[in-house]
């Protein structure tokens, strides 16, 4: 399948190759959602709403135009499932899954489309990777629904092995859909278990493929790489910051921890903080937190998860080398050094172009929402909104299903463009030819 795709799209660059997959995949799954096998008849799912949905299901963000549970049909559920899945793990990683399995040789134009979709630097060790992947996927995924389908049981019965099966493949892959309705998993708000579980497979989702096989191998955090101390460090900081500021802000707001237990207020903090910056799980609606914790929570959205792994956002190294870069130069340093190793400064480069490149096209999905807004919402609301999309958290402050056709248009586009990363995206229609020509330098001032 993957030569046939090289075949036609031979002239193609990669990075555009990618986004032809993720887009066609897309499109496929609007037009399965609209057969009627997949509804259920309570409402008509038009194509802009299947393609919503089924670009927020492929990007693992979790917004969503439909009711999963009332909506659509078992069929419908398990296409849906299976674009969760797909969408975690990646077009790529799916295409070579499926070469391997035919016994094919993986070629190195292959190998670079792996490499190019995970942003890695070298295309050596891809196949072992891809397996890898795969494995930890299939075992973390299967351990939290087998933990999660006990519990379900003793309320739903033969259901509860179906919803804890795909609640675990919805959280480790950090979409954030869900089949208990609109509420989400507030209904296990005080239940500790299923909080628990939802919690570390959305974090095993959330810190990366690269990062979990180095813990796996190395077992000691000196033995670690640079890449997997920043990140488990990273995880650690914003995880803890976000369930602080849901603690101090929320803990006595009675529409959301006011009546909890000490215990279930950390629990539920450190829930809503984990998934602010992964998958959108929500245990209390999003709109009752008070409007400074939902300024927190869109930098925790735009922040995001660990590279190589299942989520969005600009990635944490990203905001942790901007962090040490600025602290350096503050300083009068000039190396970025942690953990006595010194950052590369083509990383720095890189973490500072792709914040600058997403901090505009966020910018740009917010001014165009309230530009073809037609109902008057407010700046925070669309703002939040629009951030959530471009970061693929899903959380939403309730105007998802309120959107004109234009405005939902522009959040797939959003949703998309977050999915596919913006280094993709540069690879995709980027020159990159090297100039002959070298011009004299010059001082510019600057601040």
Known sequence: MIQSLLFVFGRFQRGMLILCGFAAFMLLGALLLMLPAAQTGTREIGFIDALFTSVSAVSVTGMSLINMKEDLTLFGQILMLFMIQVGGLGIMT???????????????????????????QTPSGMVLLVRKIIAMTFFIEFISGTLLSIHFWQEMGFMGIYYGYWHAVSAFCNCGLDLFGN??????????????????????????FVVIDDVLKKRSWARLSLNSKMVLSAELFFTVFGAIVFFIMDRNNPR???????????????????????AGFTTFDIVDVSISTQLIVMLLMFTGSAPV?????????????????VLSWIR???????????????????????????????????????????????????????????????????????????CKIILIFAMFIGRIGVMTLVLAFAERHQGQIRYPTENVVIG
Do not use: Y
């Not at 279930?264 to 903080?273: A, C, K, Q, T, Y």
């Not at 958290?393 to 234009?406: E, I, Q, R």
């Open 183 to 208: 509420g989400g998993f507030s209904p296990f708000a005080r239940d500790p278990f299923v909080c628990a579980v939802v919690i570390v497979t959305m974090v095993l989702g959330g810190i990366g």
């Open 309 to 325: 792994s299942t989520g969005g956002g600009v990635r944490t190294t990203t905001v942790f080398v901007m962090f040490l870069s």
């Open 94 to 120: 799916i295409m070579a899954i499926m070469g391997i399995s035919a016994g094919r040789r993986i070629r190195l134009q292959e190998r670079l489309l792996i490499r190019d979709s995970f942003n890695l």
């Open 332 to 406: 009068g340093k000039q190396d970025v050094v942690i953990f006595h190793k010194r950052i590369d400064e083509r990383s720095i480069s890189k973490a500072f172009h792709i914040f600058t490149l997403s901090f505009a096209l966020t910018f740009l999905t917010v001014f165009l929402l309230l530009l073809f807004d037609t109902r008057g919402f407010g700046l925070e609301e669309v703002l939040f909104e629009g951030v959530s999309a471009f970061s693929t958290v899903g959380f939403s402050v309730g105007l998802t299903d309120k959107w004109n056709d234009f």
């Open 256 to 278: 959301t921890m006011g009546d909890m237990n000490l215990f279930m207020e950390i629990l539920n903090s450190l829930f809503m903080s984990i998934s602010s910056r992964l």
